[in-house]
Structures are given as structure tokens and as C-alpha cells.
């Protein structure tokens, strides 16, 4: 069974600062994995979609990575900005529609 | 484009009656839609699968004949949580996956309905 695992469960830091994200699977056998931001009450917004057979993806401030042997991904923000704050859940698919979430990063970006 | 919307946003309801959650897909058409609950401080957890005219395929440990999902056309899919009860409380997510969409894994996901059993 796919059990996705998030650390920290709660992040702050001053505005500007770079931060990084962590996301771990047990089963190495995925199709892709996807970070994605949920705003407080709020549905998912994707952000990041790596395919198993990528090692990054980036867009804007933001740069995914994926070890899929090691079962890890990280998720790099750049000079970060109060607007960033929100929840961050990594997820996994395997051959299935079927998506596994971890518990999530909730992140505060402080003025 | 690809919004998917739901209702209601809030919903209070006394425990041991229903109440029904809509999703719809608005600007395209969704032959799969996803079911997904979360409590607070946990994951999102998958509840069912629901393709439109067939049964819905629910995950191991969810009550089929307690959370009804009836998907009857290709833009619209119910969640009805029947003889609710406090531990029913949660945050009720859809998405949905867009019949024309080129890749098979991309779901839109609707802003989700927090009920609240009382």
C-alpha cells in the first residue's frame, strides 16, 4: 500500500527566504507525482506534475524534483512571498487514475 | 477553462439525516469524477470512483450504501452522505477528469464542501 509522507508538517519563515519541501513514498512504482497547493477552506491547484521518467520541473519560483528509486521528491520555493502561504501536498499516482496525497506542508511566509 | 465547482461551499446538518453535495464539472465534460474526504490534519483520501451511467467503485473501507454517488450525466456527479453522523464531519473534495483531456491522469479539482454534523 502507497503511504506518502511529508516533512515538516509546518514551516514559517521570513519573507525572501528559499525553503524547501519534502515528500518521501514507500512504492517506487509510480506513474507521477504532483505538488500541489490548497488554500485555506479551498480545492487543489496543481503546480508541479513530474512524470517517473523526470528528474525536475519548474515554474516560476518554484523547482520539483524526483528521485524515484530513493521514493523522494522536493519542492524548492525562491525567494518566497506572503502569498505563498497555503498547504502544499505532494501526491502520487500509479497506473491508476487514483491519487495517493501525504498530510501536507503548511507554510507561512511572514512580511 | 476546466473549472469544476461544487455546492454547497458550507453545509450544518443534524445528525441522522441527509444531505446531498453536488460537483460539476462547468466548462467541460467529465466521463470519471473522484470522491476524495479529508479530516483535519490528514490527507486527502480517495472515497470513490464514479463514471457517468455505471455504479461508482467505492475504496476499501468506504460505506457504499452510506455515501451515495449517483453520476448521472457527463457534467454533473452527487455525493449524498446518508443518516449522517458527527464523524461524518470533513472536508468532501471532487475532481473531475475532462473526456477530451490528451493526458489520462490530469484531474480538476473542485474548492470542496465542509460539512458539518451536528
Known amino acids: 500500500k502507497q503511504e506518502v509522507t511529508q516533512i515538516p508538517a509546518a514551516l514559517s519563515v521570513p519573507e525572501g527566504e528559499n525553503l524547501v519541501l519534502n515528500c518521501s513514498f514507500t512504492?517506487?512504482?509510480?506513474?507521477?507525482l504532483q505538488w500541489f497547493r490548497q488554500d485555506p477552506g479551498k480545492g487543489l491547484t496543481s503546480l508541479l506534475l513530474?512524470?517517473?521518467?523526470?528528474r525536475e520541473q519548474t515554474s516560476g519560483r518554484l523547482n520539483a524534483s524526483l528521485d524515484k528509486s530513493s521514493g523522494r521528491s522536493t519542492l524548492y520555493i525562491a525567494a518566497s512571498q506572503p502569498g505563498d502561504s497555503a498547504t502544499y501536498l505532494c501526491?502520487?499516482?500509479?497506473?491508476?487514475?487514483?491519487?495517493?496525497f501525504g498530510k501536507g506542508t503548511k507554510l507561512t511566509v511572514n512580511p | 477553462g476546466a473549472v469544476v465547482s461544487q455546492h454547497p461551499s458550507r453545509v450544518i446538518c443534524k445528525s441522522g439525516t441527509s444531505v446531498k453535495i453536488e460537483c460539476r464539472s462547468l466548462?467541460?465534460?467529465?466521463?470519471?469524477m473522484f470522491w476524495y474526504r479529508q479530516f483535519p490534519k490528514q490527507s486527502l483520501m480517495l472515497m470513490a470512483t464514479?463514471?457517468?451511467?455505471?455504479?461508482?467503485?467505492?475504496e476499501q473501507g468506504v460505506e457504499k450504501d452510506k455515501f451515495l454517488i449517483n453520476h448521472a450525466s457527463l457534467t454533473l456527479s452527487t455525493l449524498t452522505v446518508t443518516s449522517a453522523h458527527p464523524e461524518d464531519s470533513s472536508f468532501y473534495i471532487c475532481?473531475?477528469?475532462?473526456?477530451?483531456?490528451?493526458?489520462?491522469?490530469?484531474?480538476?479539482f473542485g474548492p470542496g464542501t465542509r460539512l458539518t454534523v451536528t
Open positions: 475532481s473531475a477528469r475532462d473526456r477530451r483531456a490528451r493526458n489520462w491522469y490530469e484531474q480538476y
Open positions: 512504492d517506487s512504482a509510480i506513474y507521477n
Open positions: 513530474i512524470q517517473s521518467s523526470q
Open positions: 501526491a502520487v499516482q500509479g497506473g491508476s487514475e487514483k491519487l495517493v
Open positions: 466548462d467541460f465534460q467529465a466521463t470519471t
Open positions: 464514479s463514471n457517468e451511467g455505471s455504479k461508482a467503485t467505492y
